[in-house]
């Protein structure tokens, strides 16, 4: 850089002619303040508040529909592992990346071939209609079975007087059966010897002597057995009421099968 000489002295010139600017301020006077970015306009109260609650429940549904739904239990049939008006959630994620119902687990499901003819279901309110809808509260008025998974595709599964129940050819040790039931029944239905066909499961409550499961639909046009496009999803945990909190785990008799 050099200088060239000015009317009123020198002036600092860049080597491509150009002038040197001074920004500083002059002394006495202060820096002007940089622009702020403009301030983003609220939604008013009247707006936001319904608009946060629209996604509240979008999320909700999409969670119920894809995720984890909330089920309650009608009756004592899974007793004790599940009481009357516990309250259940059921993993309904796993199916969608091929997942199948195993031996052992606690699984929710469509009523396959009328399982629920004559059962009295208690119409549910227009809020649990909407609640169980969206997922918030526990689906009300469907026709929805839990029941446990005993067999899968080729699995023949038996039952000769008062037990124990035979999953190809072993006993198998159910310490989740209700106190004082027998494993199996001396009753019409309660004596079978069946081979589950593939797609397929053979389900049996825990409450055996007060369970109407695979056992006593046999003439159902299925057999008994419950197709796995009606499974929903895996109970998981048991949420509601609070003392009665628990997840529901295969049972060790079952990893002993294969």
Same mark, same amino acid.
Not at 23 to 34: V, Y
Not at 60 to 85: C, H, R, W, Y
Not at 153 to 167: F, M, R, S, W
Not at 234 to 244: L, M, Q, T
């Given at each position: 850089?050099?200088?060239?000489?000015?009317?009123?002295?020198?002036?600092?010139? !860049?080597?491509?002619?150009?002038?040197?600017?001074?920004?500083?301020?002059?002394?006495?006077?202060?820096?002007?303040?940089?622009?702020?970015?403009?301030?983003?306009?609220?939604?008013?109260?009247?707006?936001?508040?319904?608009?946060?609650?629209?996604?509240?429940?979008?999320?909700?549904?999409?969670?119920? !529909?894809?995720?984890?739904?909330?089920?309650?239990?009608?009756?004592?049939?899974?007793?004790?592992?599940?009481?009357?008006?516990?309250?259940?959630?059921?993993?309904?994620?796993?199916?969608?990346?091929?997942?199948? $119902?195993?031996?052992?687990?606690?699984?929710?499901?469509?009523?396959?071939?009328?399982?629920?003819?004559?059962?009295?279901?208690?119409?549910? !309110?227009?809020?649990?209609?909407?609640?169980?809808?969206?997922?918030?509260?526990?689906?009300?008025?469907?026709?929805?079975?839990?029941?446990?998974?005993?067999?899968?595709?080729?699995?023949?599964?038996?039952?000769?007087?008062?037990?124990?129940?035979?999953?190809?050819?072993?006993?198998? +040790?159910?310490?989740?059966?209700?106190?004082?039931?027998?494993?199996?029944?001396?009753?019409?239905?309660?004596?079978?010897?069946?081979?589950?066909?593939?797609?397929?499961?053979?389900?049996?409550? +825990?409450? %055996?002597?007060? $369970?109407?499961?695979? %056992?006593?639909?046999?003439?159902?046009?299925?057999?008994?057995?419950?197709?796995?496009?009606?499974?929903?999803?895996?109970?998981?945990?048991?949420?509601?009421?609070?003392?009665?909190?628990?997840?529901?785990?295969?049972?060790?008799?079952?990893?002993?099968?294969?």
């Amino acid at each position: 850089m050099r200088q060239e000489p000015t009317e009123s002295g020198t002036a600092d010139v !860049t080597d491509a002619g150009d002038v040197a600017t001074d920004l500083r301020p002059e002394p006495g006077r202060e820096a002007p303040e940089a622009p702020r970015p403009p301030r983003r306009r609220r939604l008013s109260p009247w707006v936001e508040y319904p608009l946060l609650a629209a996604v509240a429940l979008v999320l909700a549904f999409l969670i119920k !529909t894809f995720l984890v739904q909330a089920f309650l239990i009608p009756s004592g049939s899974m007793q004790n592992t599940l009481q009357e008006d516990d309250r259940v959630l059921v993993d309904k994620l796993t199916p969608w990346f091929g997942s199948e $119902s195993d031996r052992g687990e606690v699984v929710v499901f469509r009523d396959p071939a009328d399982w629920l003819a004559g059962h009295e279901l208690k119409p549910p !309110t227009t809020t649990q209609k909407v609640l169980g809808f969206v997922g918030l509260m526990p689906a009300a008025g469907e026709q929805h079975l839990i029941k446990r998974v005993i067999g899968v595709a080729g699995d023949t599964v038996e039952c000769q007087g008062t037990g124990p129940v035979k999953l190809n050819g072993k006993p198998l +040790d159910e310490p989740y059966v209700f106190a004082g039931n027998t494993p199996c029944s001396n009753d019409a239905g309660g004596q079978f010897k069946v081979t589950v066909p593939a797609g397929h499961l053979w389900v049996m409550g +825990d409450h %055996r002597q007060h $369970s109407q499961d695979s %056992r006593y639909h046999q003439n159902d046009g299925r057999g008994g057995m419950v197709p796995l496009t009606d499974v929903v999803g895996r109970a998981i945990v048991v949420a509601w009421p609070v003392p009665h909190w628990s997840t529901l785990p295969v049972p060790d008799t079952f990893t002993t099968q294969d």
